[in-house]
């Protein structure tokens, strides 16, 4: 089944494509996730279409939000990139209210440059190319950086690749980055009723908060709408 394209904006670069496929925010504290959590939608920023569109495709908090990619999250009705720019914004400046020097570690283009870096630290060969096409594209001896440098039509220009294999490229950075940045998962001996990490304490409160809001939700529905015999009204 061909995937549902996405209104996204290309960049010149592979990076640009990569980067869409990552999350708005990366390493975020856990208490600071707790806040955007706690903090819903937040106020005043997103109509209430808008959080409908948003509840309707699985999204219930800023944290869910910052934890996307760009390019899922464009794939919501009235989600292009101008408003996912927006929600991203929205996020950061949130986050700045407890977590200091924020805006100079989390901003679009900080949370890049970290990307970049750990990219530079990979060399080409890790990538799914041969030899002689790495050679022919003048990557030998470089990094996954170079790669992401060039754009998708200057690659496609060089007869050396067809637009499958850049799809692969971009599927194989963004895992390679993604994977970077996740944290170490505890050893299985040590996670044996060892106490629950920040991360699943977090995880723990957001589905708690999430049931509380259905609660309160489904008590201020007409009665009519409210839930009955356990199956949820309709939207």
């Known amino acids: 089944m061909p995937r549902r394209p996405v209104r996204t904006v290309r960049s010149d670069s592979l990076f640009g494509e990569v980067s869409a496929r990552l999350p708005l925010f990366e390493a975020l504290p856990p208490d600071t996730l707790q806040h955007l959590v706690t903090a819903g939608f937040g106020r005043g920023f997103l109509t209430a279409s808008l959080r409908a569109r948003l509840r309707k495709a699985g ?10 990619s760009p390019e899922a999250i464009s794939g919501i009705r009235k989600f292009g990139p101008v408003r ?5 914004t929205f996020i950061l400046n949130e986050i700045a209210r407890w977590l200091p020097g924020a805006r100079d570690m989390h ?29 022919a594209l003048g990557w030998a001896g ?10 998708r039509r200057d690659l496609l220009g060089t007869g050396a690749m067809l637009s499958d294999d850049v799809d692969r490229l971009v599927t194989t950075l963004a895992r390679f980055l993604a994977v970077a940045s996740a944290p170490a998962p505890r050893a299985a001996d040590a996670a044996m009723g060892a106490p629950a990490t920040e991360a699943e304490v977090v995880a723990a409160r957001r ?6 809001q259905d609660r309160e939700w489904e008590e201020a529905a007409p009665v009519g709408e409210r839930r009955q015999g356990g199956t949820s009204r309709t939207a």
């Open 207 to 212: 589905a708690a908060l999430l049931a509380k």
């Open 142 to 151: 470089g990094t996954c950086a170079d790669v992401a440098d060039r754009s």
């Open 107 to 135: 901003t679009a283009g900080a949370t890049g440059a970290r990307r970049l870096g750990r990219l530079r630290d990979m060399p080409v060969e890790r990538l799914p190319l041969g030899a002689d096409a790495i050679a």
């Open 59 to 68: 999204y219930r908090d800023l944290g869910h939000l910052a934890q996307s």
């Open 84 to 88: 996912v720019a927006a929600v991203r």
